[in-house]
């Protein structure tokens, strides 16, 4: 199978089908036809869209393909010309964001290593019956109907008495 690089997954599979693709066994209208015959035609007529049908469906898939090709072809890009001094200025730009983005990545990591750093004493720190039961590992789900965070607290009463609540859970 072809890939289409960022062409989205339901345009490629389309393409990829485009032979077993059948049009909408219905009449449709569209701007230019106005007089399409929604009922069958009597024996040695044409279809409304002329020919013995074959052809119509032939050209509605080469014209779905050229729709399909033109959608994923890329977009052109122009090219812009920097000065030297520009491509200077971008470049320590780019310096100076990696290297704010490293110090923040090892202000995280220092975070978090102290935080098991202490975790891991005060471990230590719990007697020995205590700390069996606290190094266990707990993998009990998390409860169904446990009320979801919110950004403003709750408005007492404001839920009816008989009324459930979704979380199924008092305020």
């Not at 994923?72 to 520009?86: G, S, W």
């Not at 590992?137 to 607290?153: G, H, K, S, Y």
Request: with cysteine; aromatic share 6%; charged share 30%.
């Amino acid at each position: 199978l072809m890939s289409f690089r960022g062409a989205p997954a339901t345009l490629c599979r389309q393409l990829i089908n485009l032979r077993e693709f059948e049009p909408y066994s219905y009449a449709t209208k569209s701007k230019n036809e106005d007089n399409i015959k929604s009922k069958p035609s009597k024996g040695g007529e044409k279809g409304a869209r002329g020919g013995s049908g074959d052809d119509s469906k032939e050209a509605y898939r080469d014209k779905r393909f050229q729709t399909l090709m033109k959608t994923l072809t890329p977009a052109e890009i122009p090219d812009v010309q920097r000065t030297p001094e520009e491509l200077a200025e971008a470049k320590q730009r780019f310096k100076l964001y990696s290297r704010n983005k490293m110090a923040e990545h090892r202000a995280w990591q220092k975070d978090i290593s102290r935080k098991i750093e202490l975790v891991q004493l005060a471990l230590a720190a719990l007697p020995p019956h205590l700390r069996a039961a606290a190094e266990q590992i707990d993998n009990t789900p998390f409860p169904a109907n446990r009320l979801v965070p919110t950004t403003t607290p709750p408005i007492k009463g404001y839920e009816a008495e008989g009324k459930s609540t979704r979380g199924k859970g008092k305020l």
